[in-house]
């Protein structure tokens, strides 16, 4: 058994958002990334395309899934589903930060 402690862990910051790898191949615990993002208020999650499924588990907030384009909303606790070729992404609508753990099969690729 491997325990992961979540302090020690690299976060990748960028305007409005923190995202921590907590589990993946980079911690030697499996081919399925985890992340955990916090997206702060009036900020959003950037805009992916998935390679496989994904997964998004919010933990806290309320906010908008753009999926292809199409919002839908959401409010916690929730799971956010992502077939695999499409682009998303998730806008915070709340007035707090919102928190979720993303579960993926795959690559994320970045979308423009």
Known sequence: MLIVRHALLQTHTSPGRRSTLIAGPACLA??????????????????????????????????KLLLDGAPQRFTSPCTLCVPAGY??????????????????????????
């Open 87 to 112: 682009i998303w992404h998730v806008v915070n609508q709340d007035n707090v930060a919102m928190r979720l753990l993303a579960i993926g099969a795959g690559e994320l690729v970045e979308a423009l």
């Open 30 to 63: 499996g081919v399925m990334p985890v992340w955990m993002h916090e997206i702060e208020p009036e900020s959003c999650s950037p805009s992916t395309k998935a390679c496989g499924e994904q997964t998004a588990i919010v933990l806290s907030g309320t906010g």
